[in-house]
């Protein structure tokens, strides 16, 4: 990521190369909490498509709109971003195709390390979603903490 690109931009580019665009995000009424992850918010988006008659869009794409928001969120409150992480503490979120997330610690200390160990992972337990995080500022649960990178099976990982 160029140091001087925001995280909103950066995810708002990886938005375009799934195929959706800005108004993915700025054409939802979808409110982001302060609470809401990434998963809660790509929910959130499909059901409220879902009640307008639209058909969702797909998982990718919600996902991505979602990463958006959420970073957008963070920009707007520094004093809830979680802040830079640290080798050695990072936590896999996996997305599997029920809904359903489950974390587990990462092994690894290295990130590049880390990226080998969570996609063996994630491929493993048959999802197209994953994500790294480092826990500060956020907890165990799913979603939390400082957003490292994400592995999209169709992408592959970005950050």
């Given at each position: 990521?160029?140091?001087?690109?925001?995280?909103?931009?950066?995810?708002?580019?990886?938005?375009?190369?799934?195929?959706?665009?800005?108004?993915?995000?700025?054409?939802?009424?979808?409110?982001?909490?302060?609470?809401d992850t990434v998963e809660s918010?790509?929910?959130?988006?499909?059901?409220q498509q879902q009640q307008q008659?639209?058909?969702?869009?797909?998982?990718?794409?919600?996902?991505?709109?979602?990463?958006?928001?959420?970073?957008?969120?963070?920009?707007?409150?520094?004093?809830?971003?979680?802040?830079?992480?640290?080798?050695?503490?990072?936590?896999?979120?996996?997305?599997?195709?029920?809904?359903?997330?489950?974390?587990?610690?990462?092994?690894?200390?290295?990130?590049?390390?880390?990226?080998?160990?969570?996609?063996?992972?994630?491929?493993?337990?048959?999802?197209?979603?994953?994500?790294?995080?480092?826990?500060?500022?956020?907890g165990a649960d799913p979603g939390?903490?400082?957003?490292?990178?994400?592995?999209?099976?169709?992408?592959?990982?970005?950050?």
């Open positions: 990521m160029n140091p001087i690109q925001s995280s909103s931009d950066h995810f708002g580019q990886h938005l375009k190369s799934v195929g959706g665009s800005e108004s993915d995000v700025s054409g939802s009424n979808y409110l982001v909490k302060p609470e918010a790509a929910s959130g988006l499909r059901i008659g639209n058909a969702p869009s797909n998982q990718s794409t919600l996902h991505a709109a979602a990463q958006v928001l959420i970073s957008r969120r963070d920009e707007h409150d520094p004093g809830n971003y979680p802040g830079t992480s640290q080798p050695g503490e990072y936590q896999l979120d996996i997305h599997h195709e029920t809904g359903r997330t489950t974390r587990e610690p990462i092994p690894e200390t290295d990130l590049e390390a880390a990226q080998i160990w969570a996609q063996a992972r994630i491929e493993a337990d048959g999802a197209n979603f994953g994500a790294i995080y480092f826990p500060a500022g956020g939390t903490g400082a957003l490292e990178c994400s592995y999209d099976r169709s992408v592959g990982w970005y950050r």
